[in-house]
């Protein structure tokens, strides 16, 4: 699953736009198909003063398709 760990902070492209968040759970669960695949929970944060989180299906092709990428947060 390209190495994604809780509280990496991810980007994705999506229907909603280009979107940014913290992983905050990692699970297996049944998409549907009713087959199990991972799935990544995500925190969106604060929008329009409402707060957002999103679960995306973990799997490669899908990853790659919403070209899922690891954020490199800068530590001072």
């Known amino acids: 699953m390209n190495n994604f760990n809780?509280?990496?902070?991810?980007?994705?492209?999506s229907a909603a736009g280009n979107l940014?968040?913290?992983?905050t759970n990692?699970?297996?669960?049944?998409?549907?198909a009713?087959?199990?695949?991972?799935w990544i929970d995500v925190t969106l944060g604060q929008i329009?003063?409402?707060d957002y989180?999103?679960?995306?299906c973990a799997t490669h092709q899908n990853l790659n398709a919403m070209r899922v990428a690891k954020v490199e947060v800068e530590t001072v």
């Open 6 to 13: 809780i509280n990496d902070t991810i980007s994705w492209s």
């Open 20 to 23: 940014e968040g913290v992983i």
């Open 26 to 32: 990692i699970c297996l669960s049944l998409n549907a």
């Open 34 to 38: 009713n087959k199990i695949v991972p």
């Open 48 to 50: 329009a003063g409402h």
């Open 53 to 56: 989180s999103v679960r995306l």
